[in-house]
């Protein structure tokens, strides 16, 4: 298990490191071509981008058990590639100082929580059903919170997907050793379980980040 949790935090890290340095390298491009960098945020090609990572994380969440280990490694690389693309824009409109900051203070979070998890001797399982109403409910508020605009739910729905995101933390930690008792490729539970926690680390990020992160002047 331990051998396991190992490769899972190595290929997170590699991961987060693919998606901050495409996401600056990127930025720095579009400041140098703004015309381009218009057309890329107010055209069909960012919802191109989008549709490729759900497309991606269907691939790798519905698919892990049965592909091979260097496609499930591919696709895990393309996924951070493409989401370093779409992270440009916070780039963009955040201080590089404040997403340092902000990055620093998710890792602490995220490693406390993985501990947790990781120290608890329950089975969180049963748990996921519930995660995942709260996760589609904060959703569908947040959807609904595009066309009020209202601040105040705005800072609710975002303290929801940190309390939700981080409580996935734990819960895929336990996903992973579900995995390896199955039988499943251990090359296949580290990438399953890197890019789980991939997805809990970058929400929850995103979402302190537009609590606490400092805009551009």
Same mark, same amino acid.
């Given at each position: 298990?331990?051998?396991?949790?190992?490769?899972?935090?190595?290929?997170?890290?590699?991961?987060?490191?693919?998606?901050?340095?495409?996401?600056?390298?990127?930025?720095?491009?579009?400041? #140098?071509? @703004?015309? /381009?960098?218009?057309? !890329?945020?107010?055209?069909?090609?960012?919802? &191109? *981008?989008? =549709?490729?990572?759900?497309?991606?994380?269907?691939?790798?969440?519905?698919?892990?058990?049965?592909?091979?280990?260097?496609?499930?490694?591919?696709?895990?690389?393309?996924?951070?590639?493409? #989401?370093? @693309?779409? /992270?440009?824009?916070? !780039?963009?409109?955040?201080?590089?100082?404040? &997403? *340092?900051? =902000?990055?620093?203070?998710?890792?602490?979070?995220?490693?406390?929580?993985?501990?947790?998890?990781?120290?608890?001797?329950?089975?969180?399982?049963?748990?996921?059903?519930?995660?995942?109403?709260?996760? @589609?409910?904060?959703?569908?508020?947040?959807?609904?919170?595009?066309?009020?605009?209202?601040?105040?739910?705005?800072?609710?729905?975002?303290?929801?997907?940190?309390?939700?995101?981080?409580?996935?933390?734990?819960?895929?930690?336990?996903?992973?050793?579900?995995?390896?008792?199955?039988?499943?490729?251990?090359?296949?539970?580290?990438?399953?379980?890197?890019?789980?926690?991939?997805?809990?680390?970058?929400?929850?990020?995103?979402?302190?980040?537009?609590?606490?992160?400092?805009?551009?002047?």
């Amino acid at each position: 298990m331990n051998n396991v949790l190992s490769k899972v935090f190595l290929w997170l890290g590699i991961g987060l490191l693919v998606t901050f340095f495409v996401g600056f390298g990127f930025e720095q491009y579009l400041i #140098n071509n @703004l015309e /381009f960098a218009y057309k !890329f945020f107010s055209t069909s090609s960012y919802w &191109i *981008i989008f =549709v490729i990572e759900l497309v991606l994380v269907i691939a790798l969440s519905a698919k892990i058990s049965t592909m091979k280990s260097s496609t499930a490694k591919a696709l895990y690389l393309l996924y951070c590639v493409v #989401n370093g @693309l779409t /992270f440009s824009s916070i !780039f963009l409109i955040f201080e590089i100082s404040s &997403i *340092i900051y =902000v990055f620093l203070a998710t890792a602490v979070v995220f490693t406390i929580f993985a501990f947790i998890g990781k120290a608890l001797n329950i089975d969180l399982s049963k748990f996921g059903l519930y995660l995942f109403i709260a996760l @589609l409910g904060s959703l569908v508020a947040a959807i609904v919170n595009m066309f009020l605009q209202n601040t105040t739910f705005e800072l609710i729905i975002a303290v929801a997907f940190i309390i939700i995101f981080t409580l996935y933390i734990g819960y895929d930690i336990k996903k992973v050793s579900a995995m390896i008792d199955a039988g499943i490729d251990e090359e296949n539970v580290a990438v399953y379980g890197a890019f789980q926690l991939y997805l809990d680390f970058i929400n929850i990020f995103i979402r302190l980040l537009s609590l606490f992160g400092k805009r551009r002047d």
